[in-house]
């Protein structure tokens, strides 16, 4: 089945990194990916981790994947006051045409 | 790349009406478009799949009648609430299958507010 979980808030200092977690259920997952929802607006695509691969590192961002355990975690290096949002990790089975969204972690970054 | 825009962002109307929101892919071509309803502080919900010059496909739970989309291009998606009440009032977003990397792209989202 598919069931994409995530904790529901964290808070962290400027400046701190944050490390956002996501556990799935469908070890069948070919692609999965972090986007960020900012206040009243659409998900912007973060970034994405194909399902044989470990680690990925954008920038400021890390996912890892641990598939034997399913979980998927995303790291923001520095972490700024405008990376407040909330973050949804999101697996697809088959290759994008369906994704099945965690239930969204709120980030709050304080000064 | 890979920008989709909604409009409108924002509409409010009288119990009874119908609402259209229109979906365009900016810069790319999409044959598959996806339809999805938010509601405050919780995870999108996927309403429907819909793919260029045939008919959505609508998840469990959602009124084909009521919520009836249309995908006559490959840059657009239309979705129509059609008599629309208090509780169809919510943030629906669409979103564009994109092919590199194979995902998709999301637009801003329109808040709909039935009076």
């Known amino acids: 089945g598919e069931d994409v979980e995530q904790s529901l808030f964290l808070s962290v200092r400027e400046g701190d990194s944050s490390v956002i977690n996501c556990t799935y259920t469908?070890?069948?997952?070919?692609?999965l990916y972090w986007y960020k929802q900012e206040p009243g607006a659409g998900l912007q695509l973060l970034t994405y981790?194909?399902?044989?691969?470990d680690m990925k590192q954008d920038q400021r961002l890390t996912v890892l994947l641990n598939k034997k355990d399913k979980h998927l975690s995303l790291r923001i290096a520095d972490t700024q006051t405008g990376d407040s949002a909330i973050y949804f990790c999101?697996?697809?089975?088959?290759?994008?045409?369906?994704?099945?969204f965690g239930t969204g972690t709120q980030l709050k970054v304080e000064l | 790349g890979a920008v989709v825009s909604q409009h409108p962002s924002r509409v409010i109307c009288k119990s009874g009406t119908s609402v259209k929101i229109e979906c365009r892919s900016l810069?790319?071509?999409?044959?598959?478009m996806f339809w999805y309803r938010q509601f405050p502080k919780q995870s999108l919900m996927l309403m429907a799949t819909s793919n260029e010059g045939s008919k959505a496909t609508y998840e469990q739970g959602v009124e084909k009648d009521k919520f009836l989309i249309n995908h006559a291009s490959l840059t657009l998606s239309t979705l129509t609430v059609t008599s629309a009440h208090p509780e169809d009032s919510s943030f629906y977003i669409c979103?564009?299958?994109?092919?590199?990397?194979?995902?998709?792209?999301f637009g801003p989202g329109t808040r709909l507010t039935v009076l």
């Open positions: 999101a697996e697809s089975i088959g290759g994008g045409n369906k994704l099945t």
């Open positions: 979103s564009a299958r994109g092919t590199t990397p194979d995902t998709q792209y």
């Open positions: 810069d790319f071509q999409a044959t598959t």
């Open positions: 469908d070890s069948s997952s070919t692609y």
């Open positions: 981790i194909f399902s044989n691969m």
